[in-house]
């Protein structure tokens, strides 16, 4: 089919709900149901009320409130939806492998594969499958093998399938921006005619906003691998900046003049060189760990381990900032009180995966500190789960007590229960009930609100010294230090 008038799209999350939400927006023409096998988060996407939508993004309760109903659909029913539509899009979650081979590396594609045997199952006429998930390069050679494999067993029906590779680039806490002015949008496909006609019906999806000439099409290996490539560079870049905030802290050097002053040379760029308490998110770590696995498993070995000094980089910064908290509070923070402002992996966004403020709890938890959060988005209920789920799932090779790291030997984690976790932490409905009494404040994420507060009440309210441990550079330095504030940045020598 060239012209696509049903889309169906597989996976209602952070990436599914919102692009096609932005698709059904702009293409009144074409219907779009978005299913999940999660009936909450579906029923979520159906409720009235929009600030009840999964997923939070700026401007997204509008788009959702032009568009469902009228060529928007979100449902549980995932068979009909295959059935219906002439293309349809995976997005389901490709987290890190927990369990057996590639353990703590490999992207697990459990999910994808069950989608692609459900297409199998169901499609008895032509279907364009678009691989939305981000995906090891040649996963579509995977999917492939698994459709083509139904048609043989299905004589007399013979649907015939084209897979392309259609990744995607939005940014959480910008996605309804970022979806309606992409700086591109990348199409893969095979290279037969049947491929080059898939591909042809998906840009004239995308062109119906977006301009041609930021609509790249590729051959289908270059379109996987080039996710990957992206998430690299783009976390390579926050992981050599923060690199250097740790040389800026011994040295007396500010890494905000350091990123301004080479961020001028318009072969670097100014974007992306914010330095921070560690980059957070679902994508960068699992997306360089998935890397790092292909280049090993193709004997890459050089390759494989340019590309996971990101993610060690990464996590020395994280440990980094906590044991500056610990050094500060005297080497101790057993009983002290410590206020989050902020759990969410970066501003705007209500997702936590990977967030820093995770690792950085935990780590103060293993010194016995009292932690008393504050986060615009995210409700308790997710602070606990984040907690609970890291006690399970610490990736081995990179644990606190990495001897290599000088100084910060420690005993290896412990395990905490669940009642110790809700007896240590605490989630408040105020940024003032959770810093009043704190012998210590760490910023952990960028909110705007943040800076808004009223600083001389905070203070008042603490216990002295007040510390300020700003882990996004984000406060007015000089403003808290004539409060009496005592304040460490990150990278402010
Ligand atoms: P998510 O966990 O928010 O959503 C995935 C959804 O898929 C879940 O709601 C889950 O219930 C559903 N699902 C899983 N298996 C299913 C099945 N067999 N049938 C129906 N539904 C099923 O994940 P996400 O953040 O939206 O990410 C999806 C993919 O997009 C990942 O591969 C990710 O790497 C990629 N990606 C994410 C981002 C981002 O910013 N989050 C950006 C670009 C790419
Ligand atoms: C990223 C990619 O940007 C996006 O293109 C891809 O589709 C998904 O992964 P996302 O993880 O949603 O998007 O947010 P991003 O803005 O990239 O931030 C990731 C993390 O890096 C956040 O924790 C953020 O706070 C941190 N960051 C970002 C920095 O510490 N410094 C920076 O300069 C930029």
Known sequence: PNKVTNIACIGAGYVGGPTMAVIAQKCPHIKVTVVDINPERIADWNDTDLSKLPVYEPGLDQVVAEARDRNLFFSTDVESAIREAQMIFISVNTPTKTYGVGKGMAADLKYVELCARQIAEVATE???VVEKSTLPVRTAQAIRTILDSSTDAMPGVSPRFSVLSN???LAEGTAVKDLH???RVLIGGEE????QRAMEALVEVYANWVPRERILTTRIWSSELSKLTANAFLAQRISSINALSALCEKTGADVDEVAHAIGTDTRIGPKFLKASVGFGGSCFQK???????????FNLPEVADYWEQVVKLNDYQKHRFTKQIIDTLFNTVSGKKIAFLGWAFKKDTNDTRESAAIYVADELLQDHAEIHVYDPKVPAVRIYADLEYLQAHRRPQFVIATPTIRGMQSDA???LSSQEIRQLVHVHKTPYAATEKAHAIAVLTEWNEFRTYDW???YDAMRKPAFVFDGRNILDREELKKIG???KGIGKG
Do not use: M, S, W
């Open 126 to 128: 032509d279907k364009i």
């Open 167 to 169: 990744p995607e680039f």
């Open 181 to 183: 002015n992409p700086d």
């Open 287 to 297: 997306d360089i760990l998935n890397l790092v696995y292909l280049c090993r498993h």
């Open 456 to 458: 001389q009440k905070i």
């Open 192 to 195: 037969d005619e049947d491929g």
């Open 413 to 415: 984690p412990a395990t």
């Open 485 to 487: 504030f005592e304040i």
